[in-house]
């Protein structure tokens, strides 16, 4: 993940539309004690279900919550690692 992580880009985007923190964990069947972990990059495991809430009440896609995909430069080691 790029080092401005989901859990910033999941702050940034309800700050842009004016929405409490409370008022998307509502919206997610989330409690807000769970969205505030997510939003620090503390909670690093999210259900699926979880993800495409947080991206459909805040308009963007999962992938845009995810983030870029960054290949690794050595793909021998990852391979290798693969048992390949």
Do not use: Q
């Not at 969205?35 to 308009?59: C, M, P, Q």
């Amino acid at each position: 993940m790029s080092n401005f992580g989901m859990g910033r880009r999941i702050r940034s985007r309800r700050e842009e539309l004016g929405m409490s923190l409370r008022e998307l964990a509502r919206r997610c069947d989330l409690v807000p004690s769970h969205l505030s972990k997510i939003e620090r990059n503390v909670s690093h495991e999210i259900k699926t279900d979880t993800l495409r809430k947080l991206a459909y009440h805040l308009s963007v896609t999962t992938d845009w919550l995810v983030g870029p995909y960054e290949e690794s430069l050595d793909k021998e080691s990852d391979l290798a690692a693969a048992g390949v």
